[in-house]
């Protein structure tokens, strides 16, 4: 079967797939939008931010991979999850939102003007045709005495730690009204939908050429098994950082060894498909607040019901926040600033057992305790997505793998403890040694869902999979827009960057101008 030639084929209804569809719809042209999920974000779930949490692992809105054993971290196993639907990972992720690190931007974007930083942020922050909007969560008393404490210890408050490398602040969310609001509800209010076709539960299988043109996109119906063709001028891979890459292997475009496994002709020698995977190895360290409800005790019994009532009569209520409420970034722990020491903390207000998700998400445990989150916002170690000979995902983060990122994980975690007992509190037993620092990172870290890299954009195709303009290099009509283009990170976190690469492509192809 079929479809009929569209002007573009966009693959993923994401961050960057759904700010295609809509920019390119509302320049008048017909857009084939294809994903694999088929939820839209109409649940309360999706709605109201804590119960984000609630949506891991469930295989209607998420998608659950385990990784290769991971050789700096116990050989340990670990969950990453990638969300699904028309909204993608931004249907079941905190929502925290932070643009970055202008400088940084500049430096992996190198080839790109040096005023596009500036230029695509006026897009986010100032556009009265863009949806969006930005604003604090919850925060309690367990919240003030973390605020009191790094103010005691001279870490500067600021109002808000975008493009800030020293300083605290409580975290930003896209929440408008006490609920979750992103770019899903902009492409909802703002897109032309009757310029976009939607193919629900539909996974894109390969790309179709014809001679040295991509031409369409072969695409099974996860439902029905039905095969089918959707044919268009331009093809967008917006899948994200595990699918856009295994889309290029399948489609005889990658490493020969891999595109060899995937069951295809070689059609385009390009080693970088699937590799440089880099993320957040994000670890916590749990500590005892004696005194304190946190959302161990909140999200149980009358207490529960007392939360809800508050949130919806539009108090503070822990139902406002994804469990996190205050950040700060620290980059001196060698008593010189350092954007490339940058590391990350939250306060987070549970604790859990990471690695038993289950299909109902998040489980808190009962205990008053609390944890710290941490992670290295510029990692050096970097991992691959591949496939096995039996045509299976791998996916191989390489954590902690680089030195420079393991001493430094040592000196954050230091820190913290160091932090935690300023605060008054301490974590569990004895005076920590460095046997203990390196066994509580090797089997508390777990990935910080922050996936980037796998096809990375350079301005040499030895070096990279598409070029400044976002095209593969090799092949005509084909582009990847997503978090895979990033060839390092910019953020502490990575929706808002992905966003902000879709408006520059949206910008390249003439769907949106100034």
């Avoid at 839209?40 to 804590?50: A, C, F, Q, T």
Wanted: with cysteine; glycine share 8%; proline share 3%.
């Amino acid at each position: 079967m079929s479809h009929q030639r569209y002007d573009l084929a966009v693959v993923g209804a994401g961050t960057a797939g759904l700010e295609i569809a809509k920019n390119a719809s509302m320049s008048g042209y017909k857009v084939c939008l294809i994903e694999q999920g088929y939820s839209e974000g109409k649940s309360y779930l999706n709605k109201i931010p804590l119960l984000s949490g609630k949506l891991l692992q469930n295989d209607k809105h998420c998608l659950s991979f385990i990784s290769k054993k991971q050789s700096g971290l116990e050989d340990r196993e670990l969950p990453i999850l990638q969300g699904i639907g028309f909204g993608g990972s931004s249907l079941i992720n905190g929502n925290v939102s932070y643009l970055g690190f202008e400088k940084r931007f500049r430096e992996v974007f190198s080839f790109w003007p040096k005023s596009m930083f500036q230029r695509v942020k006026k897009h986010i922050y100032h556009n009265p045709n863009f949806s969006y909007n930005r604003e604090y969560g919850y925060s309690d008393e367990l919240t003030n005495i973390f605020c009191k404490t790094l103010n005691n210890i001279a870490v500067p408050e600021v109002t808000d730690l975008d493009n800030i490398i020293e300083g605290w602040a409580k975290i930003h969310l896209n929440i408008q009204g006490s609920k979750r609001y992103n770019f899903s509800n902009d492409f909802n209010e703002n897109a032309n939908h009757k310029n976009i076709e939607k193919l629900a539960s539909t996974r894109a299988i390969k790309i179709v050429f014809k001679d040295n043109y991509a031409s369409g996109v072969e695409c099974e119906n996860l439902v029905t098994k039905a095969k089918i063709t959707v044919n268009a001028k331009k093809i967008i891979l917006s899948a994200g950082t595990i699918f856009s890459p295994l889309i290029l292997m399948r489609s005889g475009i990658g490493d020969p060894k891999d595109v060899c496994k995937a069951g295809a002709p070689l059609k385009f020698q390009q080693e970088h498909v699937g590799k440089h995977l880099k993320d957040h190895a994000n670890f916590r360290i749990e500590f005892d607040c004696i005194g304190f409800d946190t959302l161990n005790q909140k999200t149980r019994g009358l207490k529960l019901f007392n939360e809800f009532f508050k949130y919806i009569t539009s108090k503070n209520s822990i139902f406002k926040s994804p469990g996190a409420t205050l950040a700060w970034n620290k980059s001196s722990f060698n008593k010189k600033v350092s954007i490339n020491s940058l590391v990350r903390y939250h306060l987070v207000h549970f604790t859990q057992e990471r690695s038993l998700l289950s299909s109902n998400g998040i489980k808190f445990q009962k205990a008053q305790r609390a944890s710290i989150g941490c992670f290295q916002v510029f990692p050096k170690s970097e991992g691959s997505i591949s496939l096995d000979n039996k045509n299976n995902i791998q996916i191989d983060p390489n954590y902690l793998s680089n030195k420079f990122d393991r001493a430094l994980a040592h000196k954050a975690f230091r820190s913290g403890i160091d932090l935690l007992k300023r605060a008054g509190f301490a974590k569990s037993g004895k005076n920590l040694i460095n046997d203990d620092i390196e066994q509580n990172i090797g089997s508390e870290t777990f990935s910080g869902y922050h996936l980037i890299g796998t096809n990375r954009m350079s301005d040499d195709k030895n070096s990279g999979v598409v070029d400044g303009s976002f095209k593969v290099f090799g092949i005509n009509n084909l582009y990847v827009c997503d978090a895979s283009i990033f060839p390092d990170f910019v953020s502490t976190h990575q929706y808002l960057p992905t966003l902000a690469a879709s408006k520059i492509f949206c910008l390249n192809q003439g769907f949106l101008s100034d």
